[in-house]
């Protein structure tokens, strides 16, 4: 997903994304400010604590001391994290099958290069959204790849475009109403709006339902790799759309019942899971959690559909929790000594293989410590499909329609 | 203890389950086992780059692995073997003329964070590899090597060329040993005892106390063995010692690590004007020689006196005169 957002992540933590029509932000206070920041918020709000111009060389040592104390107590609560909390991974309430820490050995690593990823037996999948925002229309061109290292590629391209003022009904003043009542709801150019939700669904719903749906019936090789959540919000919440909901379920039930597959998301939010992952040697990885209460708590938290005889949708989506999100691991594992952990999901039944398998092509870029496989499949959805892609042909377009510039956009036109 | 943990911590990492790496053989041999370097990499030590738009002809770049760096010096020797795994397979001859330069994967060179961390002596080393540019000299084709019309192909494996491979290319045949060529611990350059090579066809430059003394003086003795008689005009009198074996301690170490013995060369003769000294009197073989004007050609004196056509007139009336008595 070239276009990261950390609500993607959601089913596999704790917390929800927040919504207007939920109660708003966890209350704080202020002595809760002033541990977290070393200040107090009168003297964050009070200007004559604040420095004039640049002053870099304020900047600079702050940095310097802030970063290096940080990094201190970090290392020191690594220490406590091997010594408190590995050992009761294992045994914790609610720890699914498998639970704890490993560590792999270098001759794994290298079995798994060569048996494996190196002879294509991983194929990966990413995807990209590109808007083009005009007031007229709005142009999404999703692209989706798959590449491994023998060589197999392939994408597939779909655009949608959304017009608000589609003439042709016999009231020219109730359709002139809709288009400003719709246009109202919509959010500024480029950007995302919850009261939007066709935006968001174009934007990111369909592009994680068809990057699951490529690595379930595209890709050959026995195992998947994928970037983000395996169970999306997106796909869980249908993105406002019951129909969304209703295609991905069988969609995500068919890549758990695959098995074979391990997600690796790029900014994932789950600070509880990072504090673990950050107390890994290389080569070490934890198995945490499952899917299955996160997917629980958003089918019991969340606004679903009713429906007036049979199951509701959040019954469907509770259900699928209970019987695939459990089969769901989530864990992190570090491959470098110089990158940061990453979180990965896989089945449970082959969450050894799938650590193994995201390590090995992890540790192909130490500065990263993120799966290779990942960041060709997204290079080549960014070359095949990029913003240059798109704009070119669609300013075109509004020069053969005699307006070449009334309708971009000012970023569109910024030189 | 595991990895510097102690008590709880080290028992709480554990192995991977021997159950989970069964199944990982397993579905490796299901996939008809680990993929292996094909034969014909063997022994490589790189693969050529994708060209980019600032490639140009003649020239190739070759990644090496970290590993090999210290394997390739500049001027190496190097084929390239291209398409092996098509029907047309082709293979290169090139030469390394930059490099070996090592680059970090991902990161720029000159990027903040490494210069930082040169700077402030920070125990970070990100993994790297390797980098050259290689010339290529030719394609090989029936055992010569012809002008390339065609560049190697990306991903085609990189061999050094081994010192006897080296020699044979360079065409570095012959009986007398001149030194090692630049570059190479283990290429002798030769030269054949052809007469018409040594004559015309050779000459030494270099800056002082470079070794051309020291050249000369092997090749003499070389030379000699291959019965060329050998006269040097030795103005500074520095080759009046050759019959000695040196005492120079760096020249005795060179030797000994190239596995030779310090010898003089035999029935050498030292040649000097009467009334001048030589830079050494003790030579076994030792003559002085002068010029007897009285034997010397009229012409030979008037080219050395370099006399206009009304001096030699009169330069002949004298030598007849002289002559005639």
């Known amino acids: ?415 | 203890m595991a990895n510097g943990d102690s008590g709880q911590a080290a028992a709480a990492v554990k192995a991977v389950p021997a159950k989970a790496l069964q199944e990982l053989d397993a579905e490796i041999a299901a996939a008809g086992g680990e993929l292996l370097e094909p034969a014909e990499y063997a022994g490589s030590i790189g693969r050529t780059l994708f060209d980019t738009p600032a490639s140009d002809d003649g020239t190739i770049t070759v990644l090496l692995p970290a590993e090999r760096v210290k394997e390739v010096t500049h001027q190496s020797l190097v084929r390239i073997k291209s398409g092996i795994k098509s029907t047309d397979p082709r293979s290169y001859l090139g030469v390394v003329v930059s490099g070996p330069f090592a680059e970090p994967f991902a990161l720029r060179a000159d990027s903040p964070m490494l210069k930082t961390v040169a700077v402030q002596g920070v125990p970070m080393l990100p993994k790297y590899h390797g980098r050259v540019q290689v010339e290529i000299l030719g394609e090989e084709i029936d055992g010569g090597v012809v002008p390339p019309r065609r560049r190697p192909l990306p991903n085609s494996p990189v061999f050094l060329l081994s010192g006897e491979d080296t020699a044979r290319v360079l065409r570095l045949e012959g009986e007398v040993r001149i030194g090692l060529a630049d570059s190479h611990e283990d290429v002798e350059v030769r030269v054949p005892t052809q007469k018409s090579v040594w004559p015309r066809h050779v000459g030494y430059l270099g800056t002082t106390g470079g070794g051309k003394s020291t050249t000369v003086s092997g090749e003499i003795a070389q030379l000699q063995a291959a019965k060329f008689a050998i006269i040097l005009l030795d103005t500074e009198g520095e080759y009046t010692a050759i019959n000695e074996p040196s005492t120079d301690k760096r020249m005795l170490d060179a030797l000994k690590r190239r596995g030779f013995q310090p010898k003089g060369i035999a029935n050498t003769h030292v040649y000097h004007l009467v009334g001048r000294e030589t830079r050494n009197p003790a030579h076994p073989n030792r003559h002085q020689f002068s010029l007897q004007f009285s034997e010397l050609s009229p012409y030979a004196v008037m080219e050395i006196l370099e006399l206009n056509d009304a001096q030699q007139e009169r330069f002949w009336k004298a030598y007849d005169i002289t002559s005639s008595r």
Request: charged share 25%; with cysteine; hydrophobic share 35%.
């Open chain 1, 1 to 415: 997903m070239s276009d990261a957002d950390p609500t993607s992540e959601k089913p596999g933590q704790l917390t929800l994304p927040p919504d207007p029509s939920q109660p708003g932000p966890p209350i704080t206070d202020a002595a809760e400010f002033h541990t977290s920041f070393g200040e107090t918020l009168d003297q964050a709000l009070d200007l004559n604590t604040w420095h004039h111009g640049e002053d870099l060389a304020h900047l600079y040592g702050r940095l310097e001391q802030e970063i290096a104390e940080a990094v201190k107590q970090e290392d020191e609560l690594r220490e406590r994290v091997r010594k408190v909390v590995f050992p009761r991974l294992e045994a914790r309430p609610g720890a699914p099958p498998g639970a704890g820490v490993y560590r792999a050995e270098v001759g794994n690593i290298e079995k798994t290069h060569r048996g494996l990823l190196f002879n294509g037996q991983v194929e990966a999948c990413d995807g990209t959204s590109v808007p083009f925002d005009t007031l007229p229309i709005t142009i999404v061109q999703i692209g989706v790849c798959t590449v491994s290292y023998r060589g197999d590629q392939g994408s597939w391209v779909h655009r949608l475009y959304r017009r608000d003022l589609r003439l042709g009904g016999t009231d020219p003043v109730k359709e002139t109403l809709d288009v400003l009542e719709q246009r109202q709801k919509r959010s500024g150019y480029d950007g995302a709006s919850r009261k939007d939700k066709l935006s968001e669904l174009a934007r990111r719903g369909v592009m994680t339902f068809a990057e699951r749906l490529v690595l379930m019936n595209m890709c050959q090789a026995p195992w998947r790799m994928g970037h983000g959540n395996p169970t999306p919000y997106e796909l869980l919440t249908g993105s406002g759309m019951k129909e969304l909901l209703e295609k991905s379920l069988p969609v995500l039930t068919n890549l758990v019942e695959h098995g074979r597959f391990v997600f690796i998301p790029s900014s994932p939010a789950d600070r509880l899971a990072l504090t673990i992952g950050n107390a890994l040697r290389p080569l070490e990885y934890a198995i945490i959690d499952t899917l299955e209460d996160s997917i629980v708590h958003l089918a019991e938290t969340g606004k679903y559909w009713q429906v007036a005889s049979g199951p509701g949708y959040d019954e469907r989506v509770k259900e699928f929790g209970r019987e695939y999100g459990k089969k769901i691991i989530k864990g992190v594992f570090r491959a470098s000594e110089l990158a940061p952990a990453q979180m990965f999901y896989a089945h449970a039944d082959n969450a050894h293989e799938a650590a193994l398998i995201a390590m090995a092509d992890s540790v192909l870029q130490d500065d990263r410590g993120f799966p290779m496989l990942i960041d060709l499949a997204d290079t080549l959805c960014r070359t095949t499909f990029g913003r240059e892609t798109l704009v070119a042909p669609t300013q075109t377009a509004y020069a053969e329609a005699g307006e070449p510039l009334r309708y971009l956009t000012e970023r569109q036109t910024r030189r």
